[in-house]
């Protein structure tokens, strides 16, 4: 069974630091596109980064320059550090999986974490 | 950047009725588009991917359709166990992928 645990949110001052842990048990993070999406309160998901099996990673518009993800294999483990933070940043956030479906070329987040909540206030 | 428009907002249907819920792109994603189900205070769980497949242990009273950039959820029978937000999620050309602004199925 897979299981994501992230942890390490808190409450941050504006144009803090704030480093996001999620580690992994049932799956090898560095086999697999593990990714971070985030829910602000009562708001929708939005995706915010993804590291690839090949080490390659990726991050939207909005948090680009500032957040960055990283793996520690040792640990079977996936970061986000997250630096300058905003009030706009205040989230839930959850890792995830994405998994390859080659029959159909498909990818989907089949595994999540529970979250891990992240307010930025003075 | 691909946008998704989920419709409508909120869904008001009774226990044992159909639900049909819309997921539009801004332009095609072939059927590159996965939906979720989020129940309060819980994390995402996938339901659909490739547009119409259901994921591991989904009932088969979900069933997506759909391609390009018209899609559909549809729920043949509400059980009291579906009320929650349900969201769409292209993953063509991906990243960034994007994700719909979520339809809330509530009880009528």
């Known amino acids: 069974e897979v299981q994501l645990v992230e942890s390490g949110g808190g409450l941050v001052q504006p144009g803090g630091s704030l480093r996001l842990s999620c580690g992994a048990s049932g799956l090898t993070v560095s086999s697999n596109y593990m990714t971070w999406v985030r829910q602000a309160p009562g708001k929708g998901l939005e995706w915010v980064s993804v590291i690839y099996s090949g080490g390659s990673s990726y991050y939207a518009d909005s948090v680009k320059g500032r957040f960055t ?32 479906y080659p029959s159909s070329g498909s990818f989907a987040l089949d595994s999540w974490g529970q979250g891990t909540l992240v307010a930025v206030s003075s | 950047e691909i946008v998704m428009t989920q419709s409508p907002a909120t869904l008001s249907v009774s226990p044992g009725e159909r639900a049909t819920l819309s997921c539009r792109a801004s332009q095609s994603v072939r059927t590159n588009l996965a939906w979720y189900q989020q129940k309060p205070g819980q994390a995402p769980r996938l339901l ?8 591991t242990g989904v009932p088969a009273r979900f069933s997506g ?6 899609f559909t959820l549809t729920i043949s029978s509400l059980q009291s ?24 199925v509530e009880i009528k």
């Open chain 1, 69 to 100: 993800i990283s793996r520690e294999n040792s640990k079977n483990t996936i970061f986000l550090q997250m630096n300058s933070l905003r009030a706009e940043d205040t989230a839930v956030y959850y890792c995830a999986r994405v998994a390859y």
């Open chain 2, 48 to 55: 659909i991917y490739g547009a119409f497949t259901r994921a």
């Open chain 2, 65 to 70: 359709s759909g391609s390009e950039t018209e």
């Open chain 2, 81 to 104: 166990e579906d009320f929650a937000v349900y969201y769409c999620q292209q993953y063509n050309n991906w990243p960034p992928l994007t994700f719909g602004g979520g339809t809330k």
